[in-house]
Nanobody, 124 residues
C-alpha cells in the first residue's frame, strides 16, 4: 500500500506561485518503481491530468500548464512536488497526488493510489 498526503495549496492572485508537496509512504508489499503524478478537478469539471513523472524520469505535462508548472521528486524524501508559476484563475481546482506501480497509466481511473487533495484557488 502507498499512502499519499498533499500539502501546499492555498489562495493566490493571478500571476502568483505555489508549490504543492506530496509525501508518500509505503506499507506492506510494494513495487520498486512507481509512476507519480498530479491531477486536478475543478467544480463541475472532469478530473484532468496535470503532470506526471515516470520512474525513469520521463516527464509529461498537460498543454494548459506546459511552461508554467514543473513536476519533480526527491526519492530520498519520498516526496513529489509541483511548482506552479504564473497561476491563472482557470488553475483553480482541487489538486491530487497519485501513484501507480510501473509505467504511468494513460487514464486517471487506472491509477492505483490517490491522496485526499489540496485546494488551489487563484483570484483575478
Amino acid at each position: 500500500q502507498v499512502q499519499l498526503a498533499e500539502s501546499g495549496g492555498g489562495s493566490v492572485r493571478a500571476g502568483g506561485s505555489l508549490r504543492l508537496t506530496c509525501a508518500a509512504s509505503r506499507t506492506g508489499y510494494f513495487y520498486n518503481n512507481y509512476c507519480m503524478g498530479w491531477f486536478r478537478q475543478a467544480p463541475g469539471k472532469e478530473r484532468e491530468a496535470v503532470a506526471s513523472i515516470e520512474f525513469d524520469g520521463e516527464l509529461r505535462y498537460a498543454d494548459s500548464v506546459q511552461g508554467r508548472f514543473t513536476i519533480s521528486q526527491d526519492d530520498a524524501k519520498n516526496t513529489l512536488y509541483l511548482q506552479m508559476y504564473l497561476l491563472k484563475p482557470e488553475d483553480t481546482a482541487l489538486y491530487y497526488c497519485a501513484a501507480d506501480p510501473g509505467r504511468c497509466p494513460p487514464r486517471g481511473e487506472e491509477w492505483m493510489f490517490w491522496g485526499q487533495g489540496t485546494q488551489v484557488t487563484v483570484s483575478s
